[in-house]
């Protein structure tokens, strides 16, 4: 769902929605990693690369390509993931890393069903009137096990979440 800040902490949060239930995954971040994610979201290009970007256009210039972002513990309520690349490497990282070079990569993000069974928060009912993709257009064509997130500009006013 995007970048968003709690208040009155002031705390970014990045609030990624199941693609096929009412569920979401509030994930506490830092300021940069927020930044870096709202970039990549809107567009912008900033004069000089980012990290994510020059983590993007490494993998490029190697020949490799990401696969896919798998969200896949938390532990002590710290969120884990794995960067998984086309040649089957898998590389840990943090969320809010993983979830920067995704948005610059269009790589999918899945979550673990343990990781949603513990954080995942339903979507408040007046969200769910609104206007949403057929559960068959929101499908992913591959899926491993867990859940496939996806990001989208909606607004959420509340949530609970966890430090990346």
Do not use: C, Y
Request: proline content about 7%; overall charge positive; glycine content about 4%.
């Amino acid at each position: 769902m995007g970048v968003r800040v709690e208040m009155p902490s002031n705390q970014p949060i990045v609030l990624l929605r199941d693609a096929e239930t009412d569920r979401f995954l509030p994930i506490w971040i830092g300021a940069v990693e927020a930044t870096a994610i709202a970039f990549a979201q809107q567009g912008v290009q900033p004069e000089r690369p980012l990290t994510h970007d020059l983590l993007r256009d490494v993998l490029t210039s190697l020949g490799r390509r990401l696969d896919r972002v798998d969200i896949v513990d938390l532990r002590d309520g710290i969120f884990f993931a794995e960067l998984v690349f086309d040649n089957g490497v898998t590389v840990s990282a943090r969320p809010s890393d993983a979830i920067a070079l995704a948005l610059r990569t269009g790589s999918p993000l899945f979550a673990a069903d343990h990781v949603l069974d513990e954080a995942a928060i339903e979507m408040p009912a007046r969200m769910r009137t609104r206007s949403r993709a057929t559960k068959r257009e929101r499908r992913p064509k591959w899926r491993p096990s867990g859940s496939s997130w996806t990001m989208s500009p909606r607004r959420i006013s509340k949530a609970a979440a966890r430090n990346d």
